[in-house]
């Protein structure tokens, strides 16, 4: 036992005011009941006797105490009993049926041929179980406090230092993101105005330059006006180089036209950081994975592709299936392509693709009038103006539109890939979803409603939800 132990005040039957200090024991000294629970010990037993080595009294609390008999617990009392049915006294324990009995009961009466141990004995063993439980008491009390006092103050002292340091990192962060944005403000701010008043400068120069050649003009056909009518016929006839040097003068005028010099450029507010933080807080939403009704439509799948009963998957067939589907308008022929069943043409949506391990695919939108018949570039996604995609192939990521590929730098290769179209600002973005990093983004005027497109030539491709 350890020093700590503190004294329990027990009070014995055989020395009503002296008590007994427990020596420790060794741990092969422990009886059974050392492995059950603490409270368990309490339920008595026949499991041995437990000898211990007492060496000084247990101190007695407000004078001696009288216990009173309790057969049920097995505790004896220091007042003699008398067997009812033998008048002998009770001075032995039945350990089956858990009472107290006297010699003839375990001979020849009810507990014949039961378990059963002098009173002493039984005692005894009661008074070792209570002082084992009173030692485990004390060591799990000692072991809370030592958690308290040790344990829960320094992991105290250790989340007021985190906390503190969350709440710094936060603050420097948003700190920094502020003075980015501040930054990136107060630039595209200037770009903005800039644009607008060399914009507003072309719109001054055209006003001045189309209204002096309007007056011009007006001038030009007032006197050729004035000429045709009030010139007698022999004049007239002398003033053939005239009327023709002031026709020539009309006709330098020229057309007016209206150009992109007249027009705000749309660059002058984009921004990859405004872009990407817009993109990521809309990413970052509940609807980061698009609407739940968003599948492949059948109708549109090729030949080359088998779509999974969900409408969610498409899978690449490398040998063309004996028979083909039904013929239907909306089908590619030629091309492995396949488009969603949402049209969309206001809001914000986004949408992610499960790439996987496919080495050559394409995400992205197209027009609904996209060609869906022949092998042409009509009907192939990217190389038309109708449709937008992120394309892999042969290990190389592009941007293509219209025939035209933008290479993409991917410092690793996405396993999903995600658009998210902003129809108010007109605004295509392709995405990795991991990082949400912008692998490209398009800013143009879209003249109809855009449908997802995909297509896959290896492997398969999944819409997520």
Known sequence: MSDQFNSCELTSSNTPERGLMVVPVGKSDKMDCEEKPIFSVMGGGEGGVKQRVFRDTFATSGGAVSPTSDTESGIFSAECELCVEHEAELDWFCGTERKLICPHCATVGSCQGHAVVPLSTRVSAVRNQLVDVCEKIQLQALRIQKFIDQTLTVKEQKLQVAASRAREQVLAQVSAAREALEEEEQRLLEEVQSEEERVEQCLLTQRAHWSQALESLSQTRSRLVHTLTHTPDAQLVNSVEDIAERVEQAEGVGEPCDTEQLNLKPSCSDSKLLKGLWAT??????????????????????????????????????????????????????????????????????????????????????????????????ARLGYNSESWVVSRYDGDYS??????????QVVRRPERIGVLLDWSSQTLVFYEAESRAVLYSVTQQFTAPLLPACAVTDRSITILH
């Open 399 to 408: 941007f293509c539109h219209d025939g035209r590929k933008v290479p993409l």
């Open 281 to 378: 807080a809309v990413l970052l939403g509940p609807n980061a994975y698009g609407s739940p009704d968003l599948t492949f439509d059948p109708r549109t799948v090729s030949p080359l592709l088998s779509l999974s009963s969900d409408l969610c998957t498409l899978t690449f067939l490398h040998k063309r299936p004996r028979h083909s589907p039904p013929y239907d308008p909306a089908r590619f022929d030629c091309w492995p392509n396949a488009l969603g069943s949402v049209s969309m043409s206001s809001g914000t949506h986004s949408w992610m693709v499960d790439v996987g391990q496919s080495a050559a695919f394409k995400v992205g939108v197209c027009y609904p009038s996209l060609e869906r018949k022949g092998s042409g570039n009509e």
